[in-house]
Antibody, heavy 123, light 107 residues
Framework: EVQLLESGGGLVQPGGSLRLSCAAS????????MSWVRQAPGKGLEWVSA????????YYADSVKGRFTISRDNSKNTLYLQMNSLRAEDTAVYYC????????????????WGRGTLVTVSS | DIQMTQSPSTLSASVGDRVTITCRAS??????LAWYQQKPGKAPKLLIY???SLESGVPSRFSGSGSGTEFTLTISSLQPDDFATYYC?????????FGQGTKVEIK
């Protein structure tokens, strides 16, 4: 079955760290760019970070640049998001999303999404 | 950054109605636009890509049009399963950006 399954969310204090994981199955993981997209409670979708299929190119929203690091392990079919220096405004459901058609950068839209994992930053 | 603005923010409609949602880009994005549907507590679902191409498995009552800076998503005859929030997303350039969403409510 083609699916993405996120894990690693939880409650963390401001300034703390958390690592999210996204396990992929049912498709050739290394052939597709992957992204993290977040959604604050009651708000819209915000793209956070992306990584090419090989892992050689990474991209970040200004709001997380320097604090978050995206990576992937193609041997384990797993995407990661290391989140440091967390702030209250990082509170959101974090989705991993698969790029649809192995297109060259930047023509990436998303045809497969995980269920999301909730990150709450609060003291 | 390219800003995406959707209108309206909320739309009240009845089953069977024809519904149109507009998405405007702050600069030209050619046809590099996708539309998603999201229901409460669920992940977004891809409906339309490249402005007007219907994703496999999506009912034909959904259609998209436009190019450049102005785009529309049309539901030709609203069904009970269509009450949800809809988002546009540009993929013409990094940073990938979404519209703020349009909630389609039951009238």
């Amino acid at each position: 079955e083609v699916q993405l399954l996120e894990s690693g969310g939880g409650l963390v204090q401001p300034g703390g760290s958390l690592r999210l994981s996204c396990a992929a199955s049912g498709f050739t993981f290394s052939s597709y760019a992957m992204s993290w997209v977040r959604q604050a409670p009651g708000k819209g979708l915000e793209w956070v970070s992306a990584i090419s299929g090989s892992g050689g190119s990474t991209y970040y929203a200004d709001s997380v640049k320097g604090r978050f690091t995206i990576s992937r392990d193609n041997s384990k079919n797993t995407l990661y998001l290391q989140m440091n220096s967390l702030r209250a405004e990082d509170t959101a459901v974090y989705y991993c999303a698969k790029e649809a058609t192995s297109s060259p950068y930047p023509y990436w839209y998303f045809d497969l999404w995980g269920r999301g994992t909730l990150v709450t930053v609060s003291s | 950054d390219i800003q995406m603005t959707q209108s309206p923010s909320t739309l009240s409609a009845s089953v069977g109605d024809r519904v149109t949602i507009t998405c405007r880009a702050s600069q030209s994005i050619s046809s590099w636009l996708a539309w998603y549907q999201q229901k409460p507590g669920k992940a977004p679902k891809l409906l339309i890509y490249k402005a007007s191409s219907l994703e496999s498995g999506v009912p034909s009552r959904f259609s998209g049009s436009g190019s450049g800076t102005e785009f529309t998503l049309t539901i030709s005859s609203l069904q009970p399963d269509d009450f949800a929030t809809y988002y546009c997303q540009q993929y013409n350039s990094y940073l990938w950006t979404f519209g703020q969403g349009t909630k389609v409510e039951i009238k």
